[in-house]
């Protein structure tokens, strides 16, 4: 445990040291000029408008980063080479690889804090309070950080078998799928024909789920959120993220390195 | 008897190529070799013939077609034998955005020591390697060489038992190659057996007890540099000066060159008293007589050309 956690550290320091974090430059920016003109043109919709934005920023720099960034964290290594002195120590490989999730994990969780944070600075400046019921931003703060961990671990997973640009391509395209898991359950195929129907049935559930994180509406509109999608939602995230991450390392350790 | 340090059974490693992967390309055939304990052991072959591709194979870096490998007495697979081994991997490339003391103490975690112990280490090593005043710079501002010199240092910081050195030489300017050779004499003396791999015959020559030619994926011949091209010699150069007033014979002036300020003869065995006596008479002052032997370069050169000449051969017959 102790080696995934000296991978993990480095690999936040790398975030850090390559300014993976100066986004939260941009989204201070995006939140003070939302604040000054929603302040100006507000119609009592203030609050929903900051919100639906700031959630929005907050998840798409986020994607951002958990693609681009989770499909460099393998990769980038493999092409530098860096990975030969490191598998020289006493490190198995799947020990690296969690580490680098976990590593990259955090900078997501330390990012998106921030990025809460910075919401709820405009939401005070807009309102001039924080209401109890915005609790239930940080509910949906919660889930697009789970839902950023899931991408990331779908995006190591291409990345230890396939070419950055197709390992970008191959989660982007699974996360707009995922995005519509729900509507394909209740789809009705009717004209196909039962193999297919069944087939369907079954993509459907092993697609990863990314409708259920998004209570972006709720949320700005004030409306709180089940404890039971809580619940769900987390363990659905790290049961998908442990069988992804798994399958990965069972790739990565029979992959030979350039 | 301890088991040998290294020992390879018929390794072996295809790469598929090709557009669907249905080619196989032979990095390296059917490797058999031992390297004993505390013996300084020099892979030599041209570029491509599959020397850090065998590397790679026992570090677990690639994996092997067929075959097995065994190092300290263990499956090269074994990730927690890595304690005792240490390893610089070719033209090697570390984190850039570390400083040489942050990347050494990185890799110092994975061995467990505490931050004193880690610490000492350490500067230890950069104190070995020369790089001592440029600890805290960034890896990006440095030069070739002076990440063959962080290798070097990480691949000996936890002391290991066995060094496995991937053409440690390269990119070094003479100085640099200089004090790479008195680091693996001083492992050497300190009983640690260094695997190495190299493409500079008279480096081979001065630090290995045995060497191993590998060519065209195959391993050629193993033995102590002497012995592996044979001991015997062909033939004998004769140094020479000339008075100014002395004339060569027209036999000897047909074979000997000038040579500085002297002159250079080779001839065969024995052909060497008569030469001598010859060169007596004509007035001439011997100043050396050495034996010629084959040098590895020699052999190294005769197997590349062989392999060629078989490469050019097999060409021929498939028009």
Not at chain 1, 107 to 130: D, P, Q, Y
Not at chain 2, 125 to 130: N, Y
Request: glycine fraction near 8%.
């Amino acid at each position: 445990m102790s080696r995934v956690l000296i991978v993990a550290r480095n690999t936040f320091r790398e975030a850090v040291r390559d300014r993976v974090l100066y986004n939260l430059v941009f989204f201070a920016f995006l939140m003070m000029a939302s604040a000054v003109i929603v302040g100006q043109i507000s119609m009592d919709i203030e609050t929903v408008v900051m919100i639906s934005l700031g959630l929005s920023a907050i998840s798409l720099i986020g994607l951002l980063i958990a693609v681009f960034t989770g499909v460099g964290l393998v990769s980038k290594e493999i092409d530098k080479r860096t990975l030969h002195a490191v598998l020289a120590k006493p490190l198995q490989r799947w020990e690296f690889l969690i580490g680098k999730f976990a590593g990259l994990a955090v900078t997501l969780a330390v990012n998106t804090a921030a990025m809460a944070a910075g919401l709820f600075l405009a939401l005070w400046l807009v309102k001039h309070s924080i209401a109890r019921g915005d609790v239930v931003v940080l509910v949906a703060v919660y889930f697009i950080l789970l839902k950023l961990m899931l991408v990331v671990a779908l995006a190591m997973l291409f990345s230890c078998f396939t070419s950055p640009l197709l390992a970008i391509l191959f989660t982007g395209g699974l996360y707009l799928a995922g995005l519509f898991v729900s509507e394909l359950r209740v789809l009705q195929l009717t004209n196909l024909t039962p193999q297919m129907q069944k087939f369907f049935k079954v993509i459907s559930y092993v697609l990863p789920n990314f409708g259920n994180y998004d209570v972006m509406g709720a949320a700005a509109h004030g409306r709180g959120v089940a404890g039971t999608l809580i619940l769900h939602n987390t363990l659905y995230a790290l049961l998908y993220c442990a069988i992804v991450l798994s399958a990965a390392a069972v790739i990565f350790s029979r992959k030979d390195l350039k | 008897m301890p088991a040998p340090a290294i020992e390879t059974e018929n390794l072996s490693k295809e790469y598929p190529h090709g557009f669907l992967h249905l080619k196989k390309k032979t990095s390296l055939e059917g490797l058999t070799m031992q390297v004993e304990d505390g013996e300084v052991f020099g892979l030599l072959g041209p570029n491509g013939a599959g020397k850090s591709t065998t590397i790679k194979l026992l570090m677990g870096i690639i994996f092997p077609t067929a075959g097995s490998a065994r190092m300290l007495g263990k499956p090269a697979s074994e990730v927690s034998m890595h304690r005792d081994i240490g390893y610089l991997p070719e033209q090697p490339y570390f984190y850039d955005y570390l400083t040489a003391t942050e990347v050494l103490d990185y890799f110092a975690r994975f061995h467990g020591y505490s931050a004193a112990e880690r610490a000492e280490r350490v500067q230890k090593m950069l104190k070995k390697v020369g790089l001592e005043t440029a600890g805290k710079i960034q890896l990006r501002k440095y030069s070739k060489g002076m990440l063959q010199r962080v290798g070097l240092a990480q691949a000996i910081l936890h002391d290991p038992k066995l060094v496995i050195l991937d053409e440690p030489m390269s990119g070094l300017d003479p100085v640099g190659r200089r004090e790479v050779r008195d680091v693996i004499l001083e492992l050497k003396n300190a009983g640690k057996t260094i695997l190495f791999s190299t493409h500079i015959l008279p480096d081979a020559e001065m630090l290995c007890d045995r060497v191993g030619v590998i060519a065209g994926g195959r391993l050629r011949g193993v033995g102590a540099p002497g012995t592996i091209v044979g001991v015997k010699a062909t033939g004998m150069e004769i140094l020479f000066e000339l008075g100014e007033s002395a004339t060569l014979p027209e036999r000897i002036r047909a074979q000997a060159a000038r040579s500085g300020t002297g002159y250079r003869m080779s001839v065969t065995e024995n052909e060497l008293y008569p030469a001598l006596e010859e060169l007596r008479v004509a007035g001439a002052r011997i100043t050396s007589v050495t034996q010629i032997k084959p040098t590895l370069e020699d052999f190294f050169m005769e197997l590349v050309g062989k392999d060629r000449a078989q490469a050019a051969a097999v060409e021929v017959g498939a028009q």
